[in-house]
């Protein structure tokens, strides 16, 4: 395993589409381990493969919660119930917050690292994270679409150093 360098604001590759995976291979599998190592280390709640570089639909997701990170091959969002006003960040805008309005719920069909075809049903922050790391695989940033005023910069500790 090891950390990936993280693409970062301003870096066009945020703005691309990612592909499809076709074969999950030992290249994917290390992407993926590599992309949980890289969520860790920074601390982030999920993390898609555009954001270290390599356009393909992969995303990876950490609640903290004890369920243990959970990687999501071609991910598709196929239902989207309410709405709800939530505060959001990204591992590649650090520092940055602003509030988006996302699904209350969401269903998701993905492909698990043997192939097979899941369905989650998701809500809360887990489906806060699908809809913000599926955005990532369509070249789009939350910052697009943060509601209008709500930006915020919090300086982190290592920035007083
Ligand atoms: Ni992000």
Redesign the pocket.
């Known amino acids: 395993m090891a950390i990936r360098n993280l693409r970062l604001e301003g870096d066009e590759i945020l703005k691309k589409k990612s592909r499809e995976v076709e074969k999950i291979d030992e290249r994917i599998l290390t992407l993926i381990d590599d992309m949980i190592e890289t969520m860790h280390k920074y601390n ?1 709640v ?3 493969a555009v ?1 270290v570089g390599i356009l393909k639909r992969i995303i990876v997701i950490d609640l903290y919660d004890g369920n243990g990170p959970i990687a999501m091959i071609n991910p598709v969002i196929i239902k989207t119930k309410g709405e709800v006003e939530v505060e ?6 650090p520092n940055k917050f602003a509030k988006v309005k996302r699904p209350e719920q969401v269903t998701a069909d993905f492909l698990d690292l043997e192939g097979n075809t899941i369905r989650v049903k998701a809500k809360d922050l887990l489906a806060q994270a699908i809809c ?2 599926v ?2 695989l369509n070249g789009e ?2 910052v697009d679409k943060m509601i209008p005023g709500t930006l915020e910069y919090v300086e982190s500790e290592e920035d007083e150093k």
Do not use: K, N, R, T
């Open positions: 982030g999920g993390l898609a954001q959001e960040g990204c591992l590649s805008f913000h790391e955005d990532h940033v939350f």
